[in-house]
């Protein structure tokens, strides 16, 4: 009895950690879509203009959508750009994020190297 006892607690252990396993397998497959996704391609380039972009995920997530308003928060090549992730069909956005960005190329940047034609002696 004590052996069957002990066989059957081991056999549901085992099972419960297969459940798991299983169901957070499942879970990895669907992977959410996020306003980060769109910074992550964004902080590749580190370019900024200020003005609206969009785009879509493309086939891996073709319900989705994304839109990007950039905007300078400073005169020091600062921006700040608000993205907004939609799913077709929904009303609310699924995901909002507000990062800043610097880009050194930015026209109104006050330290921009400037190229010395004639230097002073």
């Not at 996020?34 to 902080?43: E, F, H, P, T, Y």
């Not at 785009?55 to 020091?76: I, K, P």
């Amino acid at each position: 009895m004590i052996a069957c006892g002990i066989f059957f607690i081991a056999v549901f252990a085992i099972l419960g950690l297969v459940s798991n396993c299983l169901r957070n397998a499942r879970a990895l497959r669907h992977i959410e879509v996020d306003a980060g996704m769109v910074a992550a391609q964004l902080s590749k380039t580190n370019r900024v203009t200020e003005g609206t972009l969009s785009g879509d995920f493309g086939d891996t997530y073709h319900d989705y959508s994304w839109e990007m308003v950039t905007q300078e928060a400073a005169t020091n090549g600062l921006y700040q750009v608000d993205i907004i992730v939609r799913k077709r069909g929904l009303e609310n956005p699924v995901d909002t994020m507000s990062i800043l960005v610097y880009s050194p190329e930015s026209a109104s940047t006050p330290f921009k190297r400037r190229p010395v034609n004639n230097p002073r002696r």
